[in-house]
């Protein structure tokens, strides 16, 4: 019988684990973009319009020479007289429904320049968790820039719906070129590069905790400074308890006293 009951455990744990790996291996977010001059498009109101991509859970970018694009490309002479970099780039972090500083929607910011001519691109843009692989989950549509020219800056709104657990990431933005079969750039934008952390979560996570805390603004800035209040309070306690103990306790001094008065 104990050996049935073990077996039914180890079944059950293995099936808890499979249900909670097959929770995590689809990620669904919608984004939209636009070049960030361009004040005809309304990003928020277009990211609500947008249906949900749903896709299978991390996989490193995909090899370019393999994908879609690279075949329309086939039979274009490669340019090697252009240089790209990304000038400028940024991460702006929203929604954050629960307080507890990670959130649910990030807007990317992006200045490509060429140091030659014109050049026609566009970017795919990916997440790392805290290290983990890089999911793509975003392309954007080609647009154009113009040497060092600021105002040809891209800009993509996109709010994480579901697969994306609360944590540290990084933003992964790769340019390509319609002249060149390859990609032209890339850059990470994480601590390192922004001086400050990318804390996101899905709107399930950001969600699911706005019940426990209410109303109340929870903020990790404040964890310390709660446990050193909790901590002043155990101290009190401790103290007022010594106290008491010491009171109870006969004085030794009393006690040498009575015993030289004694015939």
Request: charged fraction near 20%; charge should be negative.
């Amino acid at each position: 019988m104990k050996t049935i009951a073990i077996i039914c455990l180890t079944a059950a744990l293995l099936g808890a684990e499979s249900s909670a790996f097959a929770a995590e291996v689809e990620q669904s977010s919608r984004s939209a973009g636009k070049l960030k001059q361009d004040q005809s498009i309304d990003l928020p109101a277009v990211l609500k319009q947008r249906e949900l991509v749903v896709k299978p859970m991390p996989t490193a970018p995909e090899n370019y020479a393999e994908s879609a694009a690279a075949q329309r490309l086939a039979g274009i002479a490669n340019r090697h007289d252009q240089l790209f970099e990304i000038y400028d780039a940024d991460v702006q972090l929203t929604g954050d429904y629960d307080g507890d500083g990670f959130h649910h929607a990030l807007n990317v910011y992006f200045d490509v320049d060429v140091n030659y001519a014109d050049a026609e691109v566009y970017a795919k843009l990916y997440l790392s968790r805290e290290g983990g692989p890089w999911s793509q989950y975003f392309t954007t549509d080609l647009f154009h820039i113009y040497g060092d020219d600021v105002a040809d800056a891209y800009e993509v709104e996109t709010e994480l719906v579901d697969g994306y657990a609360p944590g540290y990431y990084a933003v992964l933005v790769e340019i390509y070129s319609l002249d060149h079969a390859y990609m032209v750039t890339s850059e990470v934008i994480d601590y390192y590069y922004l001086g400050r952390e990318v804390t996101l979560e899905d709107l399930y996570w950001d969600e699911a905790n706005v019940g426990a805390y209410g109303e109340v603004s929870v903020s990790t800035h404040h964890a310390g400074s709660m446990s050193t209040l909790l901590l002043f309070f155990l101290i009190i306690q401790v103290v007022i308890a010594a106290r008491g103990a010491l009171a109870l306790t006969p004085c030794k001094k009393s006690d040498d006293n009575n015993k030289k008065r004694l015939p």
